[in-house]
């Protein structure tokens, strides 16, 4: 692609000193009106827990929340409307027309603001005392994998119940061979980016469905993104909407047979710094 450019040493921002540094945490959230809240307190308590009711030490000084509706009709907007008021501003949510996960996720990292950007799940299936391991990863990476398999090989996955394991395991061996190589753990709902990163990345993603992390990671690879693998820890958090069907399934395929022809023309003009 004419013009394409990766990362340059001058544009990164993760060397920043802390008290310079600002994050977005990006929540998308479909019908999450049961779960909203209580993620909200857990989150919100994890981020005052520092020092004078600051951020953990090892967080960015500055923090802001960004909750992408992707169009609800449960309520969801006005209990995060409600949180926001008595936020000081920490607290927003942006609103899309229903778009699917990947469409929400992309909207939320071309909206941040923050020098580093991390998407999460909205039930909180990572704790947010996850977050210092994916900012320190971003100290010399550009992308921040969430990682449920643990260095010892055990995979947190395991709580998950046996069809989704199976089907996971389907999903994980055609992604493998047709587009984003040695990753191991595509899905998890936790991932960081720089700021330059997370913009460059989201202004190309195509894909809304599921698949749309899978994307992102063939995305980071092709333009030479600095990747590294963050084992987090997890828990499966029964309320998920995913349901097996045969539509979803012949989508998921579709997907992820046309990404790399969707991307054929990204050059890589960077060499990664961090990946495995």
């Known amino acids: 692609m004419d013009g394409d450019r990766g990362p340059s040493t001058a544009s990164r921002t993760h060397d920043a000193p802390r008290t310079r540094q600002r994050l977005t945490i990006v929540l998308p959230a479909y019908n999450e009106a049961e779960r909203i809240g209580p993620a909200l307190h857990e989150l919100f308590g994890y981020l005052r827990s520092g020092p004078d009711g600051q951020p953990p030490n090892d ?3 500055q923090i802001d929340v960004l909750v ?3 169009g609800s009709t449960d309520g969801t907007v006005e209990l995060v409307r409600t949180r926001a008021e008595a936020s000081a501003g920490q607290l927003k949510v942006l609103q899309i027309p229903r778009a699917g996960k990947g469409g929400a996720v992309k909207a ?3 909206a941040a603001t923050g020098d580093l950007v991390v998407f999460a799940d909205a039930d909180m299936a990572t704790p947010p005392d996850q977050l210092p391991k994916v900012i320190a990863a971003l100290r ?3 992308v921040a994998l969430g990682s449920r398999i643990q260095p010892d090989g055990s995979d947190m996955r395991v709580t998950q119940p046996l069809f ?3 089907l996971g395991k389907a999903y994980h061996a055609l992604a493998s061979v047709w587009v984003v190589g040695p990753v191991q753990d595509t899905q998890c709902g936790f991932k960081g980016f720089t700021r330059d990163a997370a913009h460059d990345l989201a202004a190309r993603q195509r894909v809304t469905s599921i698949v749309f992390d899978v994307e992102l990671i063939h995305l980071a690879r092709r333009r030479g993104y600095g990747l590294a693998i963050v084992p987090i820890r997890w828990t499966d958090v029964h ?3 995913m349901r097996a069907r045969p539509g979803l399934a012949l989508r998921v395929a579709w997907d992820l ?3 790399p022809f969707l991307h054929r023309g990204v050059r890589r003009t960077t060499e990664s710094r961090a990946e495995g």
């Open 257 to 259: 047979f046309r990404i």
């Open 140 to 142: 010399t990476a550009d």
């Open 59 to 61: 967080l960015p000084a």
């Open 164 to 166: 989704r394991r199976l």
């Open 68 to 70: 992408v509706d992707d």
């Open 108 to 110: 939320g990292l071309l």
């Open 239 to 241: 309320g998920s909407r």
